[in-house]
């Protein structure tokens, strides 16, 4: 069973920084896509970035483009999320999502099966 383990969300002010990190275990494939999804109260969930552990390969939504960095460690089969230039738009729960079959430039099309328990970012003004 693959369980996602996420960490690294909290409150900060309108400009902070955040890295949010989620680390996969029981996950057998070396080749998947990890990133992640965002729902904020009374909004849609969200594709908010994701990674390709064969190439590399990004998606970002166009808000947080030039503002949220994805990166992650193959050996270590966790993600991260570097945030910077924080705004209180960005407040939400974030999610972790893997899955072998989902192409990571595509995400927000994807379907994820792993999911994690979520974590709150909150950004104040």
């Known amino acids: 069973e693959v369980q996602l383990v996420e960490s690294g969300g909290g409150l900060v002010q309108a400009g902070g920084s955040l890295r949010l990190s989620c680390a996969a275990s029981?996950?057998?494939?070396?080749?998947?896509?990890m990133g992640w999804f965002r729902q904020a109260p009374g909004k849609e969930r969200e594709g908010v970035s994701c990674?390709?552990?064969?190439?590399?390969?990004?998606y970002y939504l166009d808000s947080v483009k030039g503002r949220f960095t994805i990166s992650n460690d193959n050996a270590k089969k966790t993600v991260y999320l570097q945030m910077n230039s924080l705004k209180p738009e960005d407040t939400a729960v974030y999610y972790c999502?893997?899955?072998?079959?989902?192409?990571?430039?595509?995400?927000?099309?994807?379907?994820?099966?792993?999911w994690g328990q979520g974590t709150q970012v909150t950004v104040s003004s």
């Open positions: 999502v893997a899955d072998p079959m989902a192409i990571a430039t595509i995400c927000p099309f994807q379907t994820f099966a792993s």
């Open positions: 990674i390709s552990s064969s190439d590399g390969s990004t």
């Open positions: 029981g996950f057998t494939f070396d080749d998947y896509a």
